[in-house]
């Protein structure tokens, strides 16, 4: 009963602005009473829907905010179906208002359905990652894009904490064995490692990249971040960690490379032959970032050769998976599907702050400014 009263509580607060709306090329305020049509795209539960009251980022539960957009006067749409020419969500890209996605199964908004979506006037992610919609073509368009900044940036650099140390002791080869009925200490043993005395590179250190860094501190590891900003001084100090400017300076001196920056025309693909031939051979990777970072095929290739001791990650070009994609079948994998930032803990937050959103939406006003991906023709610096 708690639980349930607590999450009641996330999602009533809905914090007031003082701040006055205002109008892009397509009027972005919803008149006092205005009826719209709001689309959300989410990942469907099936059976697991009931299991948690809680469990608010999926089909079933819709952010638990049904009750409170129809209660005003809203249609609400809820679907998994994203792809294709005759899927669901293309039938109501026409007269949508509002479109509602997630990282997790995001619905990806190309510049032909931007084009055909006459009504839209706010995309917004639930999460953090608005990469699956073409921003250059939402700019130009004059649409709002927002996500929930910091909602679950705790949830993903946990998750990549995690996975450094499954890499590093090689801990899915040993789960495997016990899975199988098998004993084989050798079988494992013979690539597992300590953390500490480990070099851990960032390849960028926003907010998941400076809460990987503060967590790994403990562990006695030497740890460099890359990032197109360097931190202050006085927390470079405080987190024991060191900024290296020259990307390529840094990565040759890793044992573990954690991928920490948004996806842009500058990132896709980053990661490819020629890069990945700079890092040290046996590096382990972590990439909750974007799949799209990594040349998809130079890692298999690197990871067969054993240029990279191990990859991990949960983040894939295109979401879902396809059962063919070659990240599957690679030795020395530990991936899983897109889960890091969708914790219960996560869902709380990020359901309470994509109301928010659409309570100042109908309301004429602002959103926090770190929540702006795209306002007023300007995209954010970090996708720019």
């Known amino acids: 009963m708690a639980m349930r009263q607590a999450t009641k509580a996330a999602i009533r607060a809905c914090s007031s602005s003082s701040s006055t709306g205002y109008f892009a090329r397509r009027q972005f305020n919803a008149s006092s009473g205005d009826s719209k049509k709001i689309v959300g795209v989410f990942y ?25 957009l129809e209660s005003q006067g809203h249609q609400y749409i809820v ?27 995001p619905a990806y908004v190309t510049a032909e359905r931007i084009k055909k979506a ?16 073409d921003l250059q073509a939402a700019a130009a368009a004059g649409l709002t894009v927002a996500e929930v900044t910091g909602s679950n940036v705790v949830s993903v650099a946990e998750d990549e904490l995690m996975r450094i140390l499954i890499l590093m002791r090689n801990f899915v080869p040993g789960y495997n064995q016990v899975v199988k009925g098998e004993w084989n200490v050798a079988g494992i043993a013979y690539r597992a490692y300590d953390l500490e005395g480990k070099t851990i590179g960032t390849v960028g ?23 197109r900003l360097q931190m202050a001084p006085e927390l470079e100090k405080e987190i024991g960690a ?34 990945i031939g700079k890092l040290k ?17 130079a890692v298999v290739e690197a990871v067969e050769s054993g ?42 937050r990020y359901a309470a702050g994509t109301k928010d959103m659409l309570d100042r939406y109908f309301k004429g006003e602002d959103f926090p400014a770190q929540n702006y991906i795209v306002k007023d023709g300007e995209l954010a610096p970090q996708y720019r």
């Open 79 to 105: 679907t998994d179906d994203k792809e294709g020419p005759d899927c669901e969500l293309e039938k109501h890209i026409p007269d949508l208002h509002v479109l509602i996605s997630t990282p997790f199964h």
């Open 205 to 227: 250190a926003g907010r998941i990249g400076k809460l990987l860094l503060q967590r790994l501190k403990p562990f006695g590891c030497n740890l460099l971040y890359h990032d």
């Open 307 to 348: 240029h990279i001791g191990g990859y991990s990650g949960d983040v894939w070009d295109p979401q879902p998976a396809p059962k063919d994609h070659p990240w599957r079948y690679m030795p020395n994998q530990a991936m899983t599907p897109h889960t890091s930032g969708t914790t219960i803990d996560a869902q709380l």
């Open 242 to 275: 060191k900024f290296v400017e020259d990307l390529n300076e840094m990565l040759p001196k890793c044992d573990v490379v954690v991928i920490n920056m948004p996806l842009t025309e500058k990132t896709r693909g980053m990661f490819n032959k020629e890069l």
């Open 118 to 133: 006459k009504n839209l006037k706010l995309l917004l992610t639930a999460g953090i990652g608005s990469d699956h919609i």
């Open 44 to 68: 469907k539960a099936n059976e697991y829907a009931t299991k948690n009251p809680n469990f608010l980022g999926c089909v079933e539960n819709a952010l638990g905010i049904r009750d409170w």
């Open 281 to 297: 051979k046996g590096v382990l990777i972590v990439n909750n970032a974007r799949g799209a970072i990594m040349d998809r095929q």
